[in-house]
């Protein structure tokens, strides 16, 4: 008995549930995180395994052979009592656990003072936070939710903009001194604090917001450039220089008088921050609780 279970192509058998629920190998691609080609050759596999045709394709999509059907109506019944099975022996009581991924400078800045509000909205959960700097950060399947930046477009997942794009040029009091806020061509003689970018267009440079201000570019960039936000920002508070302030990362030190915005009015794109879930499943309590928590009003300060 074993050795035939352990035989059983388990996985080619879920994409094939996939494949077929959908009738189209794109589809099923989105839900389960794979390229269309990878789901492909699962199916290729499979038919080749069983000897047997299980789709015939067609302009639009694919449809079930005979043999198709039947294996369909097999692996769902299995499927369903394999997911009855798991969950009838987890363990009553265990804790449940919420993964979130994000990037260093949102978690630092604006996640971490609001993490203690989700044991008011869910205490049996195990907050687990994952931070990364990565430009393919969603293609990590481990993930229960995640906060990312860019411009919405995650294929396969699901994505809500949670923050708009906003940017302002800011320094500490002490680096301003007692000078009137400066003109954009007294700040591109300031020391600049750059954010290094991994591709074009990635986010808003010193160059943008010149741009945006009718001044030519920095010919020779000079100031301190960081590969990580959470530096820019410390160097920024030490009076190191005038850096890009995101909103809504820099809107509690701006309130509080530890920075200081040096435009009243902010740069803007249709990037941003966007809640990032995996598209094959729908969100559990705990994540909607969350997800309660992010859109929800800022916490007390």
């Known amino acids: 008995m074993s050795s035939d279970l352990s035989r059983l192509p388990l996985r080619r058998l879920v994409v094939f549930e996939a494949a077929a629920r959908h009738g189209r190998f794109v589809a099923a691609a989105q839900e389960l995180a ?19 045709a299980l ?80 430009d393919n950060a969603a293609e990590d399947p481990g993930f229960d939710l995640a906060i990312l930046f860019g411009g919405g477009d995650w294929p396969g997942y699901r994505a809500e903009r949670l923050f708009q794009e906003k940017v302002y040029p800011v320094c500490s009091p002490a680096y301003l001194g007692d000078r009137p806020l400066p ?24 160059n943008d917001w010149f741009a945006a201000m009718q001044r030519p570019p920095i010919a020779r960039p000079h100031g301190l450039l960081f590969n990580n936000y959470q530096l820019l920002l410390q160097a920024a508070l030490q009076g190191q220089g005038v850096g890009l302030g995101w909103t809504p990362l820099i809107d509690a030190m701006v309130e509080s008088g530890s920075l200081v915005r040096l435009s ?7 990037r941003g921050y966007f809640v990032v879930e995996p598209g094959h499943s729908a969100a559990s309590d705990h994540v909607q609780a969350f997800k309660r928590l992010l859109f929800g009003p800022p916490a007390p300060r």
Do not use: C, N, Y
Request: glycine share 6%; hydrophobic share 45%.
């Open 183 to 206: 003109t954009p061509a007294e700040i591109s003689r300031m020391r600049l604090l750059h954010l290094r970018s991994p591709s074009a267009q990635r986010w808003f440079t010193w």
């Open 55 to 134: 789709f015939t394709r067609a302009h639009r999509g694919v449809a079930l052979t005979p043999t198709g059907e039947a294996l369909r109506l097999a692996v769902e019944e299995g499927l369903r009592t394999l997911q009855s099975g798991v969950s009838a022996a987890r363990r009553p009581g265990r804790k449940r656990t919420l993964q979130i991924l994000t990037d260093f400078g949102f978690a630092a800045w604006w996640l971490m003072p609001r993490i203690a509000s989700l044991s008011d909205v869910a205490p049996d959960v195990e907050l687990r936070l994952i931070t990364t700097q990565s």
């Open 264 to 270: 009243p009015t902010p740069l803007t794109s249709e």
């Open 34 to 52: 794979m390229s269309q080609a990878a789901v492909s050759q699962h199916m290729a596999a499979l038919e080749a395994e069983l000897g047997s």
